[in-house]
């Protein structure tokens, strides 16, 4: 089967494992990704911070490249991205004047027929369905899952999981052989697009998320967002100074570690760019 | 943060201008991330994180933003200006137009390197194909905001 890909732009540079990843995990089953042709930047944190019209105007001509290319349904494995074009659908559905002027700066017709699914959706709807027999290398290791804000806030919009306490990718990476544990940083903020403008409220922030991680025993951290990724292995010189102590625990993408599960090649699961060493 | 999200849903409340002023000129709103967590568990359910956005675009219309808010203002700038052009974000194209704003040359200079040896960064930038498509919606979008 065909599924649309709007990868965005973390995907393609600083976080292309995820990419890789997320391609590798969906080819074992068979799902060819078609990436949304001539796809632009949604806009991510700058446009809503700065211009309303053009933090809608962005992905709403995401939404329309890829209606004009037949897809259906489209996978955005970047929580931002995901909560950007989700918002979007969500505010043109509901005010038809922003629609207008937002079709007029984009002159690309949009109607808001094509379904968004973040990765958990994506995974839940397509592959774990199709896990048994499959998971020939347990992932057995204590998890920490990591959902972070945008996967599951504002939930009135996102609808997706609870915004206390989310359960999927726990679920997730149970049938993949782990056992993730109770922890209570979950949906804390790990300081976002910050990264280069407040690098010491990123060391702060993740600080705390990659401590009570380590303190309940967690022998890995999965997450499901490029800029939770960036901010808590990348920054990890940051956290350990903030943490005055050095802390290993290595920081994966779901599709990574349900790839591990997988026994697919830990090479095309990108696993060799993390900054944290992938010992698991 | 200068006032936390509540005290600056109170001083809105009073309608008085000095402290709408004063809002627009805080810190608060630059250091939020919009994390939605406080939308999640306000007990009025106020959308804030949208109040954020919408006080955000009218101080720097209003060219009002918190000087302390100096690096996190020029950081959105080039992000957006790095679309602009290309479309699509080109990191080092971000990295040098926020370092020439801010003259913050020596930060993260150590991490470019090692994102290179991990194939992380991409030294030529991404262009789309409709790039003036692109540069319309900045340009319609624009219309009603100074920056």
Partial sequence: ?280 | MDYPPSVIMRMLQTGIPNLEDKVLRSFSIWVCLTCEMCFARCPMSIDIPKMMDFLREKSINEKKANPKAKEIVAFHKSFLDSIKYTGRLYEIGLFVDYKARTLKILDDLALAPKMMKRGKLNLIPEMIKDRSGIASIFRKSNKKNKN
């Fill in chain 1, 1 to 280: 089967m065909t599924l649309g890909l709007y990868p965005g732009c973390s995907l393609k540079g600083s976080s292309r494992e995820y990419a890789e990843s997320v391609i590798t995990v969906a080819k074992a089953f068979n799902i060819n990704l078609e990436e949304i042709k001539d796809w632009n930047c949604c806009g991510a944190t700058a446009a809503h911070n700065m211009n309303k019209e053009l933090s809608l105007a962005l992905p709403a001509r995401i939404l329309s490249l890829a209606e004009k290319q037949g897809l259906k349904e489209i996978v955005v494995p970047c929580a931002a991205c995901y909560s950007r074009l989700t918002m979007t659908k969500y505010e043109l559905a509901k005010d038809p004047e922003l629609k207008a002027a937002v079709t007029d700066a984009n002159g690309l017709e949009y109607t808001g027929s094509v379904n968004v699914l973040n990765i958990i959706q994506m995974l839940d709807k397509y592959i774990t369905p199709n896990l048994d027999g499959r998971v020939i290398k347990p992932f057995d290791h204590r998890v920490a899952c990591y959902y972070g804000c945008l996967l599951v806030r504002p939930h009135e919009i996102l609808k997706f999981d609870r915004e206390e306490d989310p359960q999927s990718m726990d679920v997730l990476m149970l049938k993949a052989g782990a056992t993730p544990i109770d922890w209570a940083f979950k949906t804390e903020c790990c300081g976002a697009g910050l990264s280069v403008s407040r690098t010491s409220s990123v060391g702060r922030l993740s600080g705390k998320i990659i401590g009570d991680a380590k303190d309940r025993g967690a022998e890995a951290v999965i997450v499901a967002c490029p800029m939770c990724h960036s901010n808590l292995d990348m920054r990890r010189d940051a956290i350990n100074s903030y943490l005055g102590e050095k802390i290993d625990i290595p920081v994966l993408y779901i599709t990574q570690a349900i790839g591990l599960a997988l026994d697919l090649d830990r090479k095309a699961l990108g696993l060799q760019r993390h900054f944290v060493k992938v010992t698991v």
